[in-house]
C-alpha cells in the first residue's frame, strides 16, 4: 500500500478558517454507507422541454443579457422565477427582543453556461469558458454599482439534484445581498489576522508550501517513518496564472480550489490573459474529477472580496479563488451535528488520483 493510502485517523485543521475542522477517517471508506450516485448524462443538445435551451426563450423572464447580443446567443441571463432575494420591495429591519431582521434585498440571477443542454464544462471550449467567466465578472461588477446597499456578489453553480440543481440544463447562478456570507467574512478575517502577525497572504503562502516544501516525521521512539510530505502532493493541475489544489483540510472527499498563482485580492482584476488560463485550468481540472468520480453531482462557488469593506490590509491579505466541492456522501448526523466535516478519504492519496490522469 503506497504511503498516501496508509490508514488516517486525524483531525486536520483548516488553516484558512482555523475554526473549521475536518476529521480525515480513511477507515471508515469501508463502512456500508448511502453515497450520492452519479448521474446518468443527459447528453441531448436540446430538449423541446427546457427553459434554458435556445429557441425557448419564452419560458423564461426576458434576458438581462445575451453573448453574443444578436443572433443565436451563447451564454444568456434571466432572473431566477423563485429568488431567494429580490429588489421588487424593500422592507425596513426590525428588532424585536433578540430577534432581528434584515431586509431580504438583492438580485437572484440565472446565468445559462452554454446553449447545449446536456454540455459539461470539461467538453466546453476553453474559449467559452473564458467567455463564462468574463461574464461572471462583467455582471459581478454591473451589480455591485447598480446599488450601495449590495455588499456581497456570490456566484456559484449546483450540478445535480444532491448539489441543489432543479434543472438539469447546465447554469449557474448570482445572487447580490445586502450582507457578506459568514464563510467569506471568516475567510477575510482570518487572512488578515494572518497578514498582520507575518506580513504575507495566508493563501500565497498554502501555494507556495504546495509547490516547494517537504518533509519527513519520524516517531519518537522507533524511528519509523510516520509520515512524508513530498513537494506537489496536494498540486492537481497547474497553468501559467493558476494552480489547482487539494486542501489539506479537505471538507469534501475530492474538494479541490483553483486560485491565481500570483496575489490579487478581487476577481473582478482579472485580466483577460488570467481568465483564459483560468479557463483551461477548470477544463482540464473538471476533466479529471470526471475520469476518476464518472459524472458526479457538484457545487463550486467563487470566494472574492467583498465590496465597501473598510479593511485596509485586506487587498494585500485577501487571495480570491474557485473552490470546487463534488458531493459523493451524505452528510451524517453526525456531520450535522457537531459542524465537523468527516473525509473518508486522505487528501494527499485523492489528489494523487486525479494528478494519474492523462488529459490531451
Known amino acids: 500500500m503506497a504511503d498516501t493510502e496508509k490508514t488516517i485517523r486525524e483531525i486536520r485543521i483548516n488553516p484558512i478558517v482555523p475554526s473549521e475542522s475536518v476529521l480525515v477517517a480513511t477507515a471508515r471508506s469501508m463502512r456500508p454507507k448511502k453515497a450520492e450516485e452519479p ?12 427553459p434554458f435551451c435556445r429557441g425557448n426563450e419564452g419560458m423564461t423572464p426576458p434576458a438581462i443579457a445575451a453573448y453574443p447580443e444578436g443572433g443565436d446567443w451563447d451564454i444568456r441571463i434571466v432572473q431566477n422565477l423563485y429568488p431567494v432575494l429580490g429588489d421588487d420591495r424593500e422592507n425596513p429591519a426590525l428588532t424585536f427582543g433578540l430577534q432581528q431582521t434584515i431586509d431580504g434585498y438583492g438580485r437572484h440571477e440565472v ?11 470539461k467538453e466546453m471550449s476553453e474559449t467559452h469558458l473564458a467567455r463564462l467567466f468574463s461574464v461572471y465578472r462583467e455582471r459581478m461588477q454591473q451589480l455591485y454599482t447598480s446599488n450601495k446597499r449590495l455588499r456581497y456578489v456570490f456566484v456559484f453553480k449546483n450540478y445535480g439534484p444532491a448539489a441543489g440543481a432543479s434543472i438539469a440544463h447546465t447554469h449557474s447562478q448570482i445572487i447580490a445581498m445586502p450582507v457578506v456570507p459568514d464563510n467569506v467574512q471568516d475567510e477575510v478575517e482570518n487572512s488578515r489576522r494572518f497578514y498582520q502577525k507575518h506580513q504575507r497572504c495566508i493563501f500565497c503562502s498554502l501555494i507556495d508550501e504546495a509547490l516547494t516544501f517537504e518533509a519527513t516525521l519520524y516517531d519518537r521512539e522507533s524511528g519509523e517513518i510516520r509520515r512524508k510530505i513530498d513537494v506537489g502532493q496536494f498540486v ?18 475530492w474538494e479541490l480550489h483553483i486560485l491565481p498563482l500570483a496575489h490579487q485580492s478581487d476577481f473582478l482584476a482579472a485580466t483577460p490573459e488570467d481568465i483564459a488560463d483560468l479557463a483551461r485550468v477548470l477544463r482540464r ?10 459524472n458526479a453531482q457538484y457545487n463550486y462557488f467563487l470566494h472574492s472580496l467583498p465590496h465597501g469593506t473598510d479593511c485596509s490590509d485586506c487587498n494585500a491579505s485577501y487571495h ?15 456531520e450535522l451535528g457537531s459542524g465537523l466535516f468527516v473525509n473518508t478519504i486522505s487528501p494527499e492519496a ?6 494519474a490522469v492523462r488529459i490531451d
Open 39 to 50: 448521474l446518468a448524462r443527459d447528453t441531448r443538445a436540446h430538449v423541446d422541454t427546457c
Open 111 to 121: 446565468i445559462i453556461d452554454h446553449h447545449s443542454h446536456g454540455i459539461a464544462i
Open 236 to 253: 492537481v493541475e497547474r497553468g501559467q496564472k493558476f494552480i489547482a489544489i487539494k486542501p489539506f483540510a479537505s471538507r469534501f472527499e
Open 285 to 294: 481540472t473538471m476533466a479529471r474529477l470526471d475520469a476518476v468520480l464518472g
Open 320 to 334: 480570491w479563488h474557485l473552490e470546487i466541492c463534488p458531493r459523493t456522501s451524505i452528510p451524517s448526523g453526525f
Open 350 to 355: 485523492a489528489a494523487a488520483r486525479l494528478r
